[in-house]
Structure formats: structure tokens, C-alpha cells
């Protein structure tokens, strides 16, 4: 798993451990965040990931200007492991709907056939009656 996570996320987990990194990408992903030098009770980071793993993440990225006063960063959050897979997903269904072909839809995504149309059995057409509705 932390092969596939983006540079900033992997940084996370090396320094507060897995979940905090994915629940970071799960609540923030694709957005700015700012990392305060020293977290609070009443800041994202700690709402989101604990006191323990805010405290090593701000430890991580606190930043001594010249004055020898700490500063916060701004870091932009990366989706994470699951938005490009989310993203491709629902781009799979578009195209789908819109009648493309599976061949067509994996080179347009480059992604495999096989992706698709396992996908593809994923959607049920609502035209169709559920041979298990009574």
C-alpha cells in the first residue's frame, strides 16, 4: 500500500503511521491544507488523525524562519489511493452509458479491457427487473 501512495501521503505515514496518512487523503484529498508548527485541540489535524499523530506531523513539517520562530506550512493534500480509482470509475460508467465500447473506454483510460468489463457487470441497468425481486 505505501508503494501506491503519493510522495506527501507516504511522508504522513513514515511519520504518524498509515491510518493518519489515509484518513488525511479520505477527508482532504485534492485540497490545501495549512499544518500549524504545534497542533491545538480545536485544529483540523488533530480533530482528524489524534493528538499523538497531529503532534508528529507538525513536528514533521514546522518550519524555524530566521528569527528562530516556528512557522506552518501549506502542503496540497493528494486524493490518495482511492480518488484516481473513484475517478476512473466514474469515468468508466460515463462512457459506458454513453455507449462506447469496452475496447474503446480502456484505451481512452488506459486502463485494461478486462477493468471495464468486469465493471461493466457492476452496473445494473434499472431497465431490467431483479430476477430476485417477488
Known amino acids: 500500500m505505501a508503494d501506491a501512495l503519493p510522495p506527501v501521503l507516504n511522508e ?3 511519520v504518524a503511521g498509515l491510518p493518519a496518512a489515509l484518513e488525511i487523503a479520505h477527508r482532504f484529498g ?3 491544507v495549512f499544518i500549524p508548527s504545534y497542533p491545538s485541540a ?3 489535524l488533530q480533530e482528524t488523525v489524534g493528538e499523538s ?3 508528529k506531523i507538525c513536528d514533521h513539517y514546522r518550519i524555524i524562519n530566521a528569527g528562530g520562530r516556528a512557522m506552518g506550512i501549506y502542503i496540497e493534500i493528494p486524493l490518495g489511493p482511492t480518488g484516481q480509482q473513484a475517478s476512473t470509475h466514474a469515468r468508466v460508467q460515463q462512457y459506458l452509458q454513453e455507449g462506447l465500447s469496452a475496447d474503446e473506454v480502456a484505451r481512452r483510460l488506459g486502463i485494461h ?12 441497468d434499472p431497465r ?3 430476477l430476485f425481486e417477488f
Open 30 to 32: 485534492g485540497s490545501r
Open 128 to 130: 431490467q427487473a431483479d
Open 53 to 55: 499523530a497531529a503532534k
Open 12 to 14: 504522513i505515514r513514515e
Open 42 to 44: 480545536d485544529n483540523w
Open 113 to 124: 479491457r478486462r477493468t471495464v468489463l468486469r465493471q461493466a457487470v457492476r452496473i445494473r
